[in-house]
Structure formats: structure tokens, C-alpha cells
């Protein structure tokens, strides 16, 4: 074959070429020996290994091709008159051919139309997200908009209220208060309420044995200061109560 129309980068450049390709070969041939003479099967570990080899190997080749697509589109191939034709037919006609095999074009016009939907479902998922995103936008302004056009008492409108919140579509599964305020005070009260009943319960007026004298009861202040004075008790002062838990001396008056 002449190369003399070629300067020297242009044939690294298909030196480089056989190079990757011989690899790719290396590679894929080891996978199928390995496959077809192993039994059992190779480990996991191992098939996985080749795998990540050939990966790479046809990664090295399309990323080279890429690079000298404009060169390789433009060269042709002939044969010198000196090439023995008659008895390297085979390989004479395997560089000179221009169509791929019957079963290579099979596999190529599979990727592309792979490719082909890949690109166009990413294309649509794109545009889908970008109308999405254009929606929320709207949505955003048009819902404050809208909400300003009405008087809010809580959840509902005014409006709504008149007519009965009963009859008002939310569309939303969680059921609303028909009067926030109004719940939160109330709950509120409660909680105030229970935690005044159990600060008016654990108040500790007095102290004494209990009547087995192997333990101590204590006086809890009634919950009504009627009761408290009813009982005519003074609450007791707490060093009189510490003194009591580490001597035991009842307080006076107890």
C-alpha cells in the first residue's frame, strides 16, 4: 500500500489506530476463550475484570476515531502494482472493502437506532421538566394573585365560610381547621390549665411519719386556698424540710 501522499503525523495517526484496535481484539478474543473452555464459568470477579478491560479498549478506540474522523473520511486505499494479489487475495480484499459484513451492519444500525431513541427520550425528558418548571413559576404568582383578590380568616375565605366550609373543595386529602385561632386557644387553655392542676398537686405544705413509722407522707397543698385555710396550714419552710429528711426532728407545731 502507498503512504507516500501521507506526511508522518498522518500515519502515526494510523499507527496508533492498529495499535488500539489490536488491543480491542486481544481483549475480546481472551473473553471468549475464556467462556467457551472454562467450566464452570470463570469466577465473577474475573469476567468482570475483562469486561472493564474491553470497556476501556473500545472507550481508547471511538475517542481516537473522534479525533481523526476528517482523516480517516478522506483517505483511500490502493494497492501498489508490487502487491502480491494473486496470493494475498483474502487480505487484499478485506482492506479494500468499503461496506461492512452483513451481521457488523445489523449491530450498527441496532446502536444507532439505540442512540437515536436514548437522544430523543433525554430531549423529551428535557423539555418535559423545562414546561414543568415554566408551570411552577406561573403557579407561584398566579396563586398569590389569586389569593389576594379575597379576605383569609384562617384557611378559608370569608366567602367560604358564609357558605358553609362543608361544601368547600380543597382538593387535598388532610382535613383543615375551620378556625385556627380558635383551636390554638383552646388548646392552649388546656395545657395552661393542666399545668396549674399539677403545680397546685405536687406543692408540698408539710411533712410527717406515716403512722407504721418506717416512712414519710407529706401534705400536698389542697387545690383551693378555702380548703388550705379550712386546715388552718402554713406551708412549711423548706429548711425545716430539709432538716427533717437528714435528722428526722419533726418541725415544730407538725
Known amino acids: ?3 507516500a501522499a501521507l506526511d508522518p503525523q498522518e500515519i502515526k495517526a494510523l499507527e496508533q489506530t492498529r ?3 489490536s488491543q480491542l481484539s486481544h481483549s475480546l478474543s481472551s473473553l471468549y476463550q475464556q467462556v467457551l473452555h472454562s467450566d464452570p464459568l470463570p469466577p465473577w470477579a474475573s469476567l468482570q475484570s475483562v469486561a472493564a478491560i474491553i470497556s476501556q479498549n473500545l ?3 471511538s475517542q481516537h476515531l473522534s479525533t481523526h474522523q476528517d482523516l480517516f473520511a478522506s483517505m483511500v486505499v490502493y494497492p501498489l502494482p508490487e502487491f502480491p494479489g494473486q496470493t494475498q487475495e483474502d487480505l487484499l480484499g478485506q482492506l479494500l472493502r468499503k461496506k461492512l459484513e452483513p451481521n457488523v451492519e445489523d449491530w450498527v444500525a441496532d446502536g444507532r437506532q439505540t442512540a437515536s431513541e ?3 427520550q433525554d430531549n423529551e425528558s428535557t423539555s418535559q421538566l423545562s414546561e414543568r418548571q415554566d408551570l411552577w413559576s406561573w403557579a407561584g404568582m398566579a ?3 389569586e389569593a389576594r ?3 383569609w380568616g384562617g384557611d378559608f375565605t370569608l366567602e367560604e365560610r358564609e357558605m358553609g366550609v362543608e361544601n368547600v373543595v380543597t382538593g387535598l386529602r388532610r382535613k383543615l381547621k375551620e378556625d385556627p385561632d380558635e383551636s390554638s386557644d383552646e388548646d392552649e387553655d388546656d395545657e395552661a390549665a393542666a399545668n396549674g392542676a399539677d403545680a397546685d398537686e405536687m406543692d408540698i405544705v408539710g411533712v410527717h411519719r406515716n403512722e407504721s413509722g418506717d416512712g414519710l407522707e407529706f401534705d400536698i397543698q389542697p ?4 380548703v388550705l385555710s379550712e386546715l388552718n396550714l402554713t406551708a412549711m419552710p423548706i429548711n425545716d424540710i430539709f432538716r427533717f429528711l437528714m435528722t428526722g426532728t419533726i418541725p415544730p407545731g407538725r
Not at 223 to 226: A, K, T, V
Open 223 to 226: 387545690e383551693s386556698e378555702d
Open 118 to 120: 436514548t437522544t430523543r
Open 59 to 61: 472507550a481508547s478506540v
Open 149 to 151: 383578590k379575597h379576605t
Open 19 to 21: 495499535q488500539r484496535l
Open 143 to 145: 396563586a398569590n394573585e
Open 1 to 3: 500500500m502507498s503512504t
